[in-house]
């Protein structure tokens, strides 16, 4: 029986994460980090498993307690990378690489590779890591964070902010256009690339300050260090998914921008009829379980298939009550 996705936080104010029983720790040599800087943070203070491998219910617990992330955006974004990055069976995830740590490996198509993965989850036109078909689409990249940097100088006054995000989002979007023949913008990674942008605005700055302005020596921290600072408090806001969409429409005005990618070439970005946009988040989840996730399990059987299902149900608990009618179990 796999344990249940938590449910909300009962207090969800602003307070004291980095504290004396979440110390940070460098990461030792087993311990695996990946491309998210958020569940990073989370394992190099003790809030995650510091090696990098964890149930979905460990990583729900330790975005709501860590950052305050809400609980319904929790569970989507948690069950969307257990399904195609984790181990259904063991319920178990890895934050980066491959591991032996998840156990053993279901029959291909699935890889169980950790959310290193390229193109189920993980994506181009990263904030502060290179898009995969440059070699590595998982590590800090110092280039791209000066470039933030600057960014965040020219449009932020020294802060990552919203507008700052936007012009950024769409940097990124430009410089794998001319750059990345393989470059790849369709849903799921349409939604995931813009709210990325979002999320240092969102959970990196310290709760008692409301300002909506990143101090870039607090992001390096988190984004290259996997560190909170010194007395930090995660946000006294409960993030939803309706806080995040509001950051995301805000960037899209900015510079609109279709989903779709490269033709194989340099310059040849191609706009994509069959992917979701950001109006259809039904799409968006009835996509992603029919062809990203269908396509990594197209014959699942007995226990596999069972827990498949199971976590399709959790995946889809957010949704539930909403007009978008959940997919049916597979067989
Ligand atoms: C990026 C997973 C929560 C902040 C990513 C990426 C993955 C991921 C796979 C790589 C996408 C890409 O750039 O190609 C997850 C999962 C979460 C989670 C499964 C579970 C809820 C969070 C939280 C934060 C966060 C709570 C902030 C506190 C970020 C940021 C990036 C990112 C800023 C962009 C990194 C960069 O390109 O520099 N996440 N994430 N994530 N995540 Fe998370
Ligand atoms: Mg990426």
């Given at each position: 029986?796999?344990?249940?996705?938590?449910?909300?936080?009962?207090?969800?104010?602003?307070?004291?994460?980095?504290?004396?029983?979440?110390?940070?720790?460098?990461?030792?040599?087993?311990?695996?980090?990946?491309?998210?800087?958020?569940?990073?943070?989370?394992?190099s203070h003790g809030w995650l498993p510091r090696d990098g491998v964890a149930t979905p219910a460990q990583i729900v617990?330790?975005?709501?307690?860590?950052?305050?992330?809400?609980?319904?955006?929790?569970?989507?974004?948690?069950?969307?990378?257990?399904?195609?990055?984790g181990n259904l069976v063991t319920n178990l995830l890895s934050i980066g690489g491959k591991t032996s740590k998840t156990g053993p490996n279901p029959p291909a198509p699935a890889t169980v590779g950790g959310l290193n993965t390229h193109a189920v989850f993980e994506g181009d036109a990263s904030t502060t890591r290179a898009d995969f078909f440059f070699g590595d689409n998982h590590s800090f990249y110092e280039t791209l964070f000066n470039q933030l940097t600057a960014f965040s100088n020219k449009f932020g006054a020294g802060f990552y902010n919203l507008s700052?995000?936007?012009?950024?989002?769409?940097?990124?979007?430009?410089?794998?256009?001319?750059?990345?023949?393989?470059?790849?913008?369709?849903?799921?990674?349409?939604?995931?690339?813009?709210?990325?942008?979002?999320?240092?605005?969102?959970?990196?700055?310290?709760?008692?300050?409301?300002?909506?302005?990143?101090?870039?020596?607090?992001?390096?921290?988190?984004?290259?260090?996997?560190?909170?600072?010194?007395?930090?408090?995660?946000?006294?806001?409960?993030?939803?998914?309706?806080?995040?969409?509001?950051?995301?429409?805000?960037?899209?005005?900015?510079?609109?921008?279709?989903?779709?990618?490269n033709n194989g070439a340099v310059n040849s970005y191609t706009p994509d009829p069959n992917s979701a946009d950001l109006s259809q988040l039904c799409k968006l989840y009835t996509d992603f379980v029919n062809n990203t996730i269908r396509g990594l399990y197209p014959n699942a059987k007995g226990v596999l298939l069972a827990a498949l299902n199971?976590?399709?149900?959790?995946?889809?608990?957010?949704l539930a009550g909403s007009d978008c009618p959940q997919v049916p179990a597979f067989v």
């Open positions: 029986v796999l344990e249940p996705p938590p449910g909300p936080l009962k207090d969800t104010r602003a307070k004291l994460v980095n504290d004396k029983s979440h110390p940070w720790k460098p990461a030792g040599k087993n311990d695996i980090r990946g491309p998210c800087p958020g569940l990073n943070t989370l394992a617990n330790a975005v709501q307690e860590g950052f305050n992330m809400g609980n319904g955006l929790a569970i989507f974004v948690t069950y969307a990378a257990h399904l195609v990055d700052v995000a936007a012009e950024f989002r769409f940097q990124r979007i430009q410089d794998s256009i001319a750059t990345n023949p393989q470059f790849g913008f369709s849903s799921p990674r349409y939604f995931t690339a813009y709210a990325e942008s979002v999320f240092p605005v969102a959970f990196f700055i310290d709760g008692r300050d409301t300002s909506g302005q990143l101090d870039m020596k607090v992001a390096r921290g988190f984004f290259q260090n996997s560190r909170f600072p010194d007395g930090f408090f995660r946000s006294g806001i409960s993030t939803t998914s309706t806080v995040i969409g509001a950051g995301i429409d805000f960037i899209f005005s900015k510079h609109p921008i279709p989903p779709g990618g199971k976590n399709l149900d959790f995946f889809y608990s957010p």
